[in-house]
């Protein structure tokens, strides 16, 4: 089935634009659906109002050139009119940039660190953060609802390829670097370094959170996975399995899987906590050799993200197609057409799907589902208890494969 296209937020290009540099590396929304951003290319991150970009695309059709509603900020408006009323944010990140993440703040969730009193920053309920990671290596930190910047941060000596925020609202930031190493900064810290992740023996490409904040994936320029224990920050076991590079990582909403995508054409969901492979997502028929899934092959898969209802996974590949599949079927339900694809994402509440590509950004509507009593059950048990004590539950051997995703 062809996915239905729900809007497009184009780039302004001038007739001289270069194509190299427009690249748009990253997309992301924020932990409350709130806002939406993506790079623009060329230094610029586009910050939008999610629910204002809606309505624009359901009043003026799906296109949407990104610079035609835009809201400048004027010097008048105080922060609480601002915070009232989501602005628009056109920001200059000073160079190209090739993440995003965000960050929500919980008041009572303390910093790792004992000294807090002369910290600049106080970190409120309803703080929102924007992460951008750089192509020299610096890392900035943006308040959303005035688009002021806050923190610069700058330990990495290559390019920041990807950033991820512990989900657990500490303002914990891991960053994944071409310097081979990941960092660890404490954002209550006034953004300072707590950890270096080594490990990997060349380009980090990029780091998810579990959902519960304990478990750090990483992948890069090998075949390994590489897990992290982020209580004590050392690694627990890399997962074996990849032909290729693995260039994509995610967690499922429970914890319970893990979803890769690599040049070797394939997506593959694991289980973290005993390290096999439960799927393969095949983007090449018939698979190829290990041989031929070792070089270039027209098929890499540049990214993959996981659905919300956690029944769903999305993955942009280089034959032009972005794929949806559903955890219990070879096949993918939905597809839809996507020319140089780089980075997707789900919106927060699952119902679209965000794709970027040469500076602008393209919305499907996602398979619609209505989720079994069964698989809410599934996932209420998974987000509490690892696989290791679901085998140990005095159960039924069918429900035990059940709650392990084995059937």
Not at 135 to 148: A, E
Not at 313 to 321: C, E
Not at 339 to 361: E, H, I, K, M
């Amino acid at each position: 089935a062809r996915s239905r296209t729900v809007g497009e937020l184009l780039a302004p290009t001038s007739p001289f634009d270069k194509k190299c540099g427009r690249e748009n590396w990253t997309v992301a929304f924020a932990p409350d659906g709130s806002y939406f951003a993506w790079s623009q290319g060329h230094r610029i991150v586009k910050l939008v109002p999610w629910s204002q970009c809606l309505n624009n695309f359901l009043l003026h059709g799906t296109k949407n050139v990104a610079n035609s509603v835009s809201i400048r900020l004027s010097r008048q408006n105080s922060d609480s009119s601002q915070k009232n009323k989501p602005c628009e944010h056109i920001i200059d990140c000073g160079d190209i940039v090739w993440s995003l993440a965000f960050g929500s703040s919980v008041p009572e969730k303390q910093s790792r660190c004992v000294n807090i009193e002369w910290h600049r920053f106080k970190f409120g309920q309803d703080q929102l953060l924007l992460a951008t990671g750089l192509n020299n290596g610096r890392i900035k930190i943006w308040d959303v609802y005035t688009g002021k910047l806050l923190l610069n941060l700058m330990d990495h000596t290559e390019v920041v390829r990807d950033l991820t925020f512990a989900p657990d609202g500490s303002l914990i930031l891991v960053s994944a670097s071409r310097d081979k190493t990941l960092r660890v900064w404490d954002l209550k810290d006034d953004g300072n370094m707590m950890k270096v992740l080594r490990g990997h023996q060349n380009w980090v490409y990029g780091c998810a959170f579990s959902p519960d904040s304990s478990i750090l994936c990483s992948v890069g320029a090998s075949k390994a996975v590489f897990l992290w224990d982020m209580d004590k920050y050392s690694m627990i076991r890399k997962l074996e399995g990849h032909h290729n590079d693995v260039v994509a990582c995610e967690f499922s909403p429970d914890g319970a899987l893990l979803a890769t995508a690599s040049y070797d054409t394939r997506v593959y969901v694991w289980d973290p906590h005993i390290g096999v492979i439960l799927m393969e997502f095949g983007h090449l028929f018939p698979p190829p050799t290990p041989i031929f899934a070792g070089g270039a092959n027209d098929r890499w898969v540049r990214s993959v993200s996981f659905s919300h209802d956690g029944l769903h996974i999305a993955s942009l590949a280089d034959d032009k197609m972005v794929r949806f599949w559903r955890i219990d079927e070879d096949y993918p339900v939905q597809v839809a057409p996507l020319n140089n694809g780089l980075c997707c994402t789900f919106s927060t509440d699952g119902s679209v799907l965000a794709a970027g590509q040469d500076g602008s950004v393209y919305f499907w509507a996602t398979p619609k589902q209505v989720s079994s009593l069964q698989h809410l059950c599934r996932m209420a048990i998974r987000r509490v208890i690892p696989t290791s004590l679901v085998k140990n539950l005095p159960i039924p051997s069918k429900m035990v494969e059940f709650l392990c995703y084995q059937i």
